[in-house]
């Protein structure tokens, strides 16, 4: 019975039978002799005939009505409808597939006969048909998920363009720590669910400065205190815009932590060490590196070697030594330049 309900998984049970049940193919007539039966039988391989007349059901002729027969000396020329079973169990074609499945189930019935209003012969459904049916809506259903994830992704990159439209000089940024968060990511042998959850996180990272001026986001100079206080409040903004959107992941999670360091000495909360989440830490590494090696308001870019010097004296301290260790590595085997990022298409 269970077997027969897993393979409604993904299937609409409320659906009719008829859109799954298969021809009924070959059937024999009441008239048939057990002769003809016996080669029918010999030849499909089928342990079970349906015998019907003028496409009504009218009995089952088994391969053991039929050693039967021959063991108590029925002659092969005999008709089957002297030696078949009358009980015939039928669905018919609207029957919902939960009924169908349930009937099979219950009565361990391996092929059920269709039919239609007129009680004749419309088809056949067996486990095999349900099982088909089951795998195609499954597939359709994941293809259905993959679609509203791009739109999700799709919405959050337009999030970012909002603001990098607002802000030049972070122009490509969060695509940029994106990236190299990934390229981490992988080198720390992240599953493929948490390098999703980091790349959309990392490409969302700085989305609260859209509530932070644009006079002090591309000031040319270094910010003075109570601007930088101003600055500080993007990680929680952010959390506030992205708590709302139910992600699979906990996306708003790693963005709000992306400013917090090892040694506690950051922001928002002074988180410390195994209290931030693995994401962040990756985050937090790249988005330094990225914006050492990049033109800011108010410097130039300061290039990627001085980018791996300055993660390195931060190693152990601010940052996560695993997480530095293996964007070093990225960064040394080249991997990730800010100048080829211009040209290189974002991947899907
Ligand atoms: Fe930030
Ligand atoms: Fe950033």
Known sequence: ??????????LDETAAVSTIMHAPGEIIGPETTLGQAAAVVDRLQHSTLLVAADGKVV?????????SAFRSGVSPDEPVHRCMSRQVMTVQETATLAAAAKMMATHSISHLPVLNADGK???LVNGHDFRRL????????????????????????????????????????QKHVSMLAVSIGKELDFDSGRLHALSLAAIVHDLGKIQIPAEILTKPERLNAAEFALVRQHPMIAYNILKTIDFPWPIADIVVQHHETMDGSGYPFGLKGEQI?????????????????????YRPALGIDAA?????????????????????RVLRRGEYSPFLLEVLPYPD
């Not at 019975?1 to 993904?10: P, V």
């Not at 010097?309 to 070093?328: K, N, T």
Request: hydrophobic fraction near 45%.
């Open 134 to 173: 089951s795998i195609a809506a499954i597939k359709a259903q994941a293809a259905q998920v993959r679609k509203l994830e791009k739109a999700l992704e799709d919405t959050l990159a337009a999030l970012a363009a909002v603001l990098e439209q607002r802000d030049p000089y972070t122009a490509g940024h």
């Open 1 to 10: 019975m269970a077997q027969i309900y897993t393979q409604l998984e993904g």
């Open 277 to 297: 989440l693995p994401e962040a830490r990756v985050l937090m590494v790249a988005d330094i590196v990225e914006s050492m090696s990049s033109d800011r308001p």
């Open 121 to 123: 012969l419309v088809g």
């Open 308 to 328: 791996i010097a300055e993660i390195i004296h931060l190693r152990g301290s601010r940052l996560d030594g695993e997480v530095v260790d293996a964007c070093v």
């Open 59 to 67: 009995g089952t002729f088994t391969l053991h009505d039929l050693t």
